[in-house]
């Protein structure tokens, strides 16, 4: 990995956005050095094209932060990002969220497309997306997911983005987010009370925000995105004005934003980052007790555990649902993205404890009577983070005891795989068990 | 700017057979052995075989020095010099008194000490309790097949030799002060020649020397 300086860009805009824009305190311990949550995860979540939820109580900062994080990592003023925020509200429109039709044209007898400012810009904000109805998130999910934003004939192409979406707790006014929807976030964090004193601060400055503004820069942009030109043509010029804030940014704060070929090289260097044996290793032995059971063949939601089963230790035992294939992609994604601004070369296993809670808890479905179990502990974090915290603690726990005879297990397996005479090992864990249904597989 | 460029992994296989041949989902373990590390009973289990084989040794040395062709005649000259040369050895190695009763045990449970021969054997034995960091000794003689000589010889003052089990002849022979309790029975000339301390044996019998 080369050192060209991005890490510390990153850190500086970290520093920045703590010291003077959203105030809270650290709440994450990685290998010695502590983190706020939102703010790190956020910057992982733009730098890394991914999918965040942040929760939290009104007013904590949920929306700000993002915007924060978007203004400084894509190089948007403030303004523009303002502007290209979809609000959730129950009578949001697809015309409202990607594009309408061009009325003038319309009348000509010609389909054109005027796009919104969310669907075109890379940097996408959903305010209170659980107020949305289903139909509306999903669309703007998988318009995230593909890249592609389509309204009658037309389409569009983000080369970059990413998603930033805010939810209140449940209260009268929103509707559930359902779990298909809330499995395609990568990450779910809070955004936490910042504590009296903080708060307190923060009120005494409510226009601190207005560095990150540049009306002519913003009139800019605005101009071009609603200029009828091809988006393919839209882009350099966005990208050009975009690089002409950053210096501004730069020279008037002293941090220096991301220009496009940054963030490319960054996506670049991060996906470089492989996995250690224990790192992959224990996120096998995760994803084997969330998916596994042994009488009905894999978790179901609509499958209830039996008495007497012998894996009633194991995290299988205390949820509903089934881990799905995106959870591996986010755990990856991030703790990548976490290797990579630690400056190590490979991901290991401290990054994989800190990342997973934060890519497990909106997944997770617990049974009833593990929630009534927990749900007086006394806590810092919201329920569900608390949850899959406790979780990844225990399993972490349990691959200390085993590692290297889970890893002897694999390399078995993987001989096995090659065609070797070997037995697999035994074990109590699901993985063991898993490894012999791969290897079965193989020979059939 | 530099772009990274993924180093190409080399493959005997063409690109279309690459795509049909079924990815190892444990490709990344292949390589993997475990590290062989010493587990602290491995550990605990070395130490106290390296020490047994150090008492095993003196206990061969002194039937090389003082049984020769494995007769060894129960004189007083035999006993002392049979004794020093058991202190000579048994000066020399760390051990406790589990060790002392492991080491009973394998005169007649190993192969490993070929020849038990009761004098040479008790005499070795009391040296071992006689250097004994330990105050209280207790061994467990009762499953013994043969009857050992010549045990607790020379206790001194301030030790307890506790044994389970019967022992044979000359048992507390010079005792020097110390206590020896036999939850059994002894045989002939228990207690010849005890300068000091007290032998109780069986339930009835007790010898006391209070002066030397």
Known sequence: MGNNGYQKQTREIYQFISEHLYFNRPDMDIKGERFNSAILLSLLTALNRGKELIIGEPGLGKTTSAEYVCSLVYQFPLGVIWGSEVSGHPEQTEEKIIGRPDLGKLNRGEEDVVWTNFSQIPAKIVDEINRLPETKQSMILDGVDRGNWEYLNAMIINDESCLFATANYQDGGTNTIIAPLVDRFDVMVESRYPGANLSFLIGKDRRKDYVLRHPKYEKDLYHILKSKIAYEKKIPKMEEICDVYGQYIEEVIGVKPFQRPDRDQIRAEMESLELDLDASAFGRMLLAELSFCERYGQKRVVENCEEGCHYTEYLCHQIKNCASNRLPSSIKQYAQGLAWLLQDSEIDIEHILAVVPYTLAHRIQWKDEILSQKERSKRDDPFPIFLAKEAVKVVSQRYREQSEHLKDALAVGSKIFQGENLEPLEGDHPLYVEVKKDIDARKN | ?212
């Open chain 2, 1 to 212: 700017m530099k772009s990274p460029t993924t180093p190409k992994k080399s493959s005997a296989l063409s690109p279309s057979q690459e795509n049909r041949a079924v990815k190892n989902p444990f490709e990344e373990f292949q390589t993997f052995t475990t590290p062989t590390g010493d587990l602290p009973l491995d550990e605990i289990v070395q130490s106290t075989e390296a020490v047994m084989d150090r008492i095993r040794s003196g206990y061969e040395k002194l039937l090389e020095e003082e049984a020769k062709e494995l007769v060894w005649m129960v004189q007083y000259n035999t006993i002392i010099k049979a004794y020093e040369v058991a202190e000579k050895y048994v000066k020399e190695i760390g051990y406790t008194a589990e060790d002392i009763e492991d080491f009973c045990f394998a005169l007649e449970n190993t192969q490993k000490i070929p020849y038990l021969i009761p004098g040479p054997a008790g005499v070795y034995i009391s040296a071992l309790c006689n250097y004994a960091k330990e105050e209280e000794i207790g061994l467990k003689l009762s499953e013994l097949k043969t009857e050992i000589n010549l045990i607790g010889f020379r206790l001194p003052k301030g030790k307890r030799l506790l044994i389970e089990g019967d022992t044979g002849d000359f048992t507390g022979i010079g005792l020097e002060g110390g206590e020896l309790v036999i939850e059994g029975n002894a045989k002939n000339w228990t207690g010849a020649g005890m300068r000091g301390g007290k032998i109780r044996s069986g339930r009835t019998s007790v010898f006391t020397r209070v002066n030397g």
